[in-house]
C-alpha cells in the first residue's frame, strides 16, 4: 500500500483525499492541517493579525462576501449544493457544504488537525538519479509543540495561494500617512466610515470591497489598471487610472491628482507562498509562478509531487476534481507520463505561448479564457468525462451580467436564474 500525504484540509485538500480514498486497498492517506477545522480559505476569522506562533492569517474571507460563481457550476462534479440555498451563497453556506462533503465521504479520519508542515523533502542519496522518490515530511503540533517525520511514497500540495498578500511597488508609497492594507485584512466597512479610499485593483475582490465600504464612506477612488469599467457605480465612487507616485496623501494617477486620500486597500492579489518545500525538491516557488509544472499540477521533475489548484480565474472545485483524478490515474498506474525532458518542453512552451500572447510574466497559471481547453485536457488525460457544456454557458452569462452591472447581478439572477 502506498502512502500519501495531503497538505491542507481546504477544498483542493478534501478533494484530493476523497479520490484517493476511493482505493482504500491501494493508498493509505493522511491530510495535515494547521488550522483546528477543515475548511481553508473558505474559514472566517474576524482576526488580521499573526496568530499564536507568528502564523501568519491563513484566511481572507471578510463578513459580507457572496460567491461570484453561481452554485449551479461551482460543486465538486459528484456532490451538490443544497437545493434550498440561493445561487450566490455567502462564506457560512460553502464552508458548510464542504463539512458535508467531508462527513458524506468520511474523510475527517484522515485529517491531523493543527499540525503544520514544516519541511517537505525528497528521499535522495547523493548522485541519485532517482525520477520518482519517496518523500520525509516534518511536522509539528500546534497544540502540544510535538515535532514528527514521516516519509511517504506521494505528496500533494494543496494549502492554497490567497495567504500571503501582494502589493505592488510604487514610488512614495512609504510616505503615505493614511492605513494601508491589503484586501486580506478586510473584514467589513465600519473602519471606513466617512473616509475618503482608494480601492486598488477592479477584479472581484476590488470591486466587491469597493462596494461594501461605499454605504458608509465619504468618497471612493477605484483604481483601473486597464480600461474603466463600464458597469454603473454608486454616487460616491469615482474610477481613476493606474496610481503612479504618492506623495504624502496626495496620490497621483495617469493625468489626475487626488488629495487627502485616507486610505490605501489594495486588492492586487497573492503570491505563491509554500515554505515548507525544500530546495531540491524539484521544483523553483517564484513570487508568481511555480515551475516546471506539467499542466499546472504535477511536479515535472518528480512526479510523485502533485499541486492542485494552483491557476487564478477557474471554477476551483471542478477543477480540483479533475486535477486529482488524473493524478490519481496516474499513481495508480492505468495512466502514464512522458519523459521528464518532454514534461519540462510542456511547461515553457506553455508559458513562453503566454508571453506571446501578450500576457504579463506574472500570469503563469492564469487561466480565464484559457480554462476551457484546461478541463478538456485534464479530462482526456485523466479519463473521465470532461465538464457539462452548460457550466460554461452559465459562467458566460454571470461573467456577462456582472460586467454590466456589478451591484445587483448577483441578487436579480437569484430571483429570475435564466438557466
Avoid at 85 to 110: C, K, N
Amino acid at each position: 500500500m502506498k502512502r500519501v500525504a495531503v497538505a491542507g484540509a481546504g477544498a483542493a485538500g478534501l478533494c484530493s483525499a476523497r479520490h484517493l480514498c476511493k482505493y482504500p486497498e491501494e493508498f493509505s492517506v493522511r491530510v495535515f492541517e494547521q488550522s483546528p477545522v477543515l475548511g481553508g480559505a473558505w474559514v472566517y476569522t474576524s482576526q488580521t493579525d499573526p496568530c499564536d506562533c507568528d502564523r501568519p492569517v491563513h484566511s481572507g474571507m471578510y463578513d459580507s462576501l457572496r460567491t461570484n460563481l453561481a452554485k449551479e457550476i461551482m460543486a465538486f462534479t459528484d456532490f451538490r449544493f443544497d437545493s434550498d440555498i440561493p445561487s450566490f451563497m455567502t462564506q457560512q453556506e460553502v464552508l458548510r457544504y464542504l463539512q458535508r462533503y467531508a462527513e458524506h465521504y468520511g474523510l475527517v479520519q484522515h485529517i491531523a488537525f493543527c499540525t503544520v508542515v514544516e519541511k517537505v523533502a525528497p528521499l535522495l542519496a547523493p548522485d541519485d538519479d532517482v525520477t520518482v522518490p519517496r518523500w520525509r515530511i516534518a511536522t509539528r503540533n500546534l497544540v502540544t509543540s510535538h515535532h514528527s517525520c514521516e516519509d511517504f511514497d506521494y505528496v500533494l500540495i494543496c494549502n492554497g495561494h490567497y495567504s500571503k498578500p501582494f502589493i505592488p511597488a510604487i514610488p512614495g508609497l512609504e510616505s503615505f500617512p493614511g492605513c494601508i492594507t491589503h484586501s486580506h485584512q478586510y473584514r467589513d466597512p465600519w473602519p471606513f466610515k466617512d473616509q475618503t479610499m482608494m480601492v486598488v485593483g477592479d477584479n472581484f475582490s476590488g470591486t466587491d470591497i469597493m462596494l461594501d465600504i461605499a454605504a458608509v464612506s465619504k468618497r471612493i477612488y477605484l483604481s483601473n489598471s486597464n480600461k474603466p469599467l463600464e458597469a454603473i457605480m454608486p454616487q460616491n465612487v469615482e474610477q481613476v487610472s493606474r496610481i503612479t507616485t504618492i506623495t504624502g496623501n496626495t496620490v497621483c494617477t495617469e493625468g489626475r491628482s487626488l488629495e487627502e486620500v485616507n486610505h490605501l486597500i489594495f486588492c492586487t492579489g497573492y503570491l505563491y507562498h509554500i515554505p515548507f518545500l525544500a530546495k531540491d525538491c524539484g521544483v523553483l516557488v517564484e513570487s508568481k509562478r511555480i515551475h516546471p509544472c506539467y499542466h499546472h499540477t504535477i511536479n515535472a521533475t518528480y512526479p510523485s509531487m502533485a499541486f492542485i489548484g494552483l491557476n487564478v480565474r477557474i471554477i476551483p472545485f471542478p477543477c480540483f476534481d479533475l486535477q486529482v483524478q488524473w493524478v490519481t490515474s496516474i499513481w495508480r498506474g492505468d495512466k502514464r507520463l512522458p519523459s521528464r525532458d518532454e514534461m519540462v518542453q510542456q511547461c515553457c512552451h506553455d508559458y513562453r505561448l503566454r508571453l506571446e500572447r501578450g500576457m504579463s510574466t506574472h500570469h503563469a497559471h492564469y487561466m480565464g479564457a484559457l480554462q476551457w481547453d484546461f478541463y478538456e485536457q485534464l479530462a482526456a488525460m485523466g479519463g473521465v468525462p470532461p465538464l457539462d457544456p452548460k457550466v460554461k454557458e452559465i459562467y458566460d452569462i454571470v461573467s456577462h451580467r456582472r460586467l454590466r452591472d456589478i451591484q445587483t447581478y448577483r441578487d436579480e439572477l437569484n430571483k429570475t436564474p435564466p438557466w
